[in-house]
């Protein structure tokens, strides 16, 4: 099977993983069952880690790997948990694709496996103040397409939340993948962040402090 990235592309990554300073793991989730893009997320990520020597991949079945996939409250494939690599194995900060990291949302993997090799969100820090103090859990779904320039930057803005509170769990949601879980939230436009599923909902790729405050009406709904 021929490579999924070209010559060029995989020389840009190449020089923007000269970023990547601790060790990062990729844990993939796949099925048997009705995953049509199974084999190309695995294919994808395989060929990504294989250009630094600080990435790895593990790959697990969501049906044969149940328990595993439960430990990360995975249940939609092809999954994605992006994880800090420790001496006693994967650091989990929340970090969650569902979905075929494809199109413009390839950038949101790349930079998202820089963002955890530096162990930091890079958050302001009116923002760290609130995820500190949470007291209370907040999923983060965050609906995008392949075509939408602007979703990297909702993708990567829920991400660096989650990396910075242990109560914060951001997942980006490939919409045409999953119509189902699109139509339930009723998507219309994306980025579309999905909070606590439904009692909270932002259009469009806003500044930290926006999404914040819908968070905080989210959770006292």
């Known amino acids: 099977m021929a490579n999924l990235l070209n010559d060029d592309i995989r020389k840009q990554v190449s020089e923007a993983f000269e ?11 796949g099925s048997k069952e009705q995953c049509e893009y199974c084999d190309d997320t695995l294919k ?17 079945d969501i049906e044969a790997d149940a328990t595993v996939a439960e430990n990360y409250n995975v249940s939609l494939t092809p999954g ?30 790349i930079q998202d496996l820089i963002l955890v090799s530096g162990r930091d969100s890079g958050l302001n820090e009116q923002t760290r ?5 949470l007291k209370e859990p907040v999923h983060l779904q965050v609906f995008v397409t392949p075509t939408c320039p602007y979703c990297p930057r909702a993708v990567i803005l829920a991400h660096q939340m989650a990396m910075e509170s242990s109560l914060v769990q951001a997942e980006m949601v ?7 879980l699109s139509n339930q939230y009723h998507i219309m436009g994306v980025p579309d962040t999905v909070i606590n599923h439904g009692k909270g909902k932002m259009v ?9 405050a819908e ?5 006292k709904n």
């Open 19 to 29: 970023q990547l300073h601790e060790p990062v793991q990729i844990l993939f989730f």
């Open 44 to 60: 994808l990520v395989e060929e990504v880690a294989g250009l630094s020597d600080n990435l790895s991949v593990q790959a697990f």
């Open 80 to 109: 994605l948990v992006i994880a800090a690599l420790g001496e006693d194995g994967p650091i989990d900060y929340g970090v969650r694709y569902a979905g075929i990291p494809s199109g413009h949302e390839f950038s949101s993997l």
């Open 129 to 133: 103040d609130f995820l500190a103090n």
């Open 174 to 180: 490939e919409a045409t993948e999953f119509p189902d």
């Open 204 to 212: 469009g790729a806003v500044p930290e402090g926006q999404l914040m």
């Open 215 to 219: 968070i905080m009406k989210a959770l």
